[in-house]
C-alpha cells in the first residue's frame, strides 16, 4: 500500500478570538464624550478670562473727535447772559438763606482782611489771579488750546465755554466716593494763592494725596469753581487731608484736555446744536461699569 501525504485533521477545538475583543460600553463613549467638553469648555472659559483681564489692563478710553472753539464773549445785543462763571452747581434752594446768613457775619472780618491785602499788595491786585488776560466779566476759567478774546468783544459768535459750562455732582454721595470721582476723571483741586502760585492736589482718593506747586500764568486748563453746596466742604476736607488750608482760598477743579474735550462732544450729540447756538450745558456724574461716566442733564440754546 502505497504511502499519500494528508493534511492534518482540522482542529475542531480552535478557539474564537472574535468573542475577546475589546470594546466600547455605551457608558464609556458616554463619558468619553463628556469629559472632552468639559475640557473644551474649560479652555474657552480661560480663554475668555485672559480677554477680559487684557482688556482691564491695558484698555484705553475711546477717542472722542477733537472739537476746537474760539472763545469769544458774544454778538452784541444777544441775550447770552455776560458775567456768568464757569461753575458746577449742587446746591438747593434752602442753602441760599443759610448762605446770606453766614456772609452777613463774616463780612466785617472780610471787608478788613481785603483792606490789609490791599495795603501790601496794591500793585498786584490789578492782575488775575490765574493768568493776566483772562476773559472778562468774572469768568473763572477757560478752555485750552484756544484764543481768547481774538478781535475783541463781538467778534466771535456764540458763548464760550468758561461762560455756558456748569457740572454737578450728586451732593448726596459720600467724601470717600466723591474722591473717587474726581481721580477717575483726573481732575485735580487747585488752591490760588495771592502771588499767582496755584497749590495743586491729586489722587485725591488715597491715604497721602500727592501734592505740588506751580505757577497760575502756566495754566491751560479748563477749570471751574464752586458757586454753592454742601460740597464746597468736601473738597476742603480733602485738601486738609493733603495738609492744605484752603478755609479763605478760592478753590478751583481743574480737568485735563481730553476730558474738557469729551465735554465737548457730549454738548453737541446732545441736541444736535453747535457750539455758538447754546447759551448753557449742565453736566452731570454717574456711575458706569467699573467707573463714572459725565452726561449732558439739560442744555438751553441762544
Known sequence: MANSLQPPPANTNRLDTRAYELKLSAYEKVSGLLVALLVLIGVAVVGLFIIWLTNRIFARPLAVPVILENIGVGNSGSDVGLGDSLEFDDARPEELLEDVQELQSTLPSTLTMIDAVIAERQAELA???????????????????ASQGVGGEGDVPGVPRW????????EEIDLAEYARQLDFFGIELGVVGIDRQVTYVSNLSQVRPTVRRGSGDAETRLYMSWRSGSLKEADRQLLRRAGVDAHNAEILHFYPPEVENQMAHLEQQFAGRKAEEIRRTRFGVRSAGDGYEIYVIDQIAI
Open 127 to 145: 492782575e488775575v489771579a490765574i493768568s493776566s488776560d483772562e476773559p472778562p466779566g468774572g469768568a473763572t476759567g477757560h478752555g485750552s488750546g
Open 163 to 170: 461762560q455756558r459750562w456748569e457740572m454737578r455732582f450728586d
